[in-house]
């Protein structure tokens, strides 16, 4: 693997809708139909206990699924406390964020993203992900249909660092040989274009803009121009 593109997910690749507050106002709709709830209520409840939140602690303690998942119920119970549920039934949804946050349903692929993975891989660029999320991310690829597209995903619920962290990103290059050529492409200028700068790669920022990011690209279309520079 002589030049690779480490991926952002999220944001980059897919999203999806209202994001982790989507998932916790989908549970809400679904169990409880009669609370009426906005995202504005879930949403602030949610700035605070995930692990990317301290990105300068590490955490491969939850590197099993369940325990890292497990990890996360206090946080959910947190925001279904703020909408109106009791204890109780906060409890009971908590464990339900799991499938559906996981359910591919609720996900879409940017239009962008397979042309560009295909005319990348076309002029000698391998694809490998590297993304803050879920210890399930592989197999979400799969069921969006981009796990073909990707040689490694990496998630740092399996890494047990998030990005901005530096070894997020040293494990991720050791366990890919240590391409020659490597860019970063995302869309967090903290997460994905800080901590590549201080790894030693260079990266573009895409889908939003700062103005301390070297490299832009409004989307992935312009991509290999940017990476031909």
Request: aromatic share 10%; proline share 5%; with cysteine.
């Amino acid at each position: 693997m002589e030049k690779c593109i480490l991926w952002d997910f999220e944001g980059t690749l897919a999203a999806r809708g209202g994001m982790w507050s989507g998932a916790l106002l989908e549970a809400i709709a679904k169990f409880e139909p009669s609370l009426a709830c906005e995202l504005s209520t879930i949403w602030p409840h949610l700035q605070t206990g995930f692990p990317w939140h301290t990105p300068e602690k590490g955490h491969e303690h939850l590197s099993v699924a369940d325990y890292w998942w497990e990890e996360l119920i206090p946080t959910f119970q947190r925001a279904f406390l703020a909408a109106g549920l009791s204890h109780f039934r906060a409890a009971v949804l908590s464990r339900e964020i799991r499938s559906i946050y996981l359910d591919p349903k609720g996900w879409s692929v940017f239009a962008d993203v397979v042309p560009a993975l295909v005319a990348l891989r076309a002029a000698g660029w391998r694809h490998a992900i590297l993304s803050n999320h879920v210890p399930e991310l592989s197999s979400l690829t799969e069921a969006l249909g981009l796990r073909q597209y990707f040689e490694p995903v990496y998630s740092s619920a399996a890494i047990g660092y998030e990005k901005p962290h530096e070894l997020a990103f040293r494990r991720t290059l050791d366990a890919l040989g240590n391409p020659r050529t490597v860019w970063m492409v995302g869309d967090s200028y903290n997460a994905d274009i800080l901590g590549a700068r201080r790894a030693g790669l260079p990266a573009v920022l895409v889908r939003s803009k700062h103005d301390d990011a070297q490299y832009h690209s409004a989307s992935l279309v312009q991509l290999s121009d940017v990476l031909a520079t």
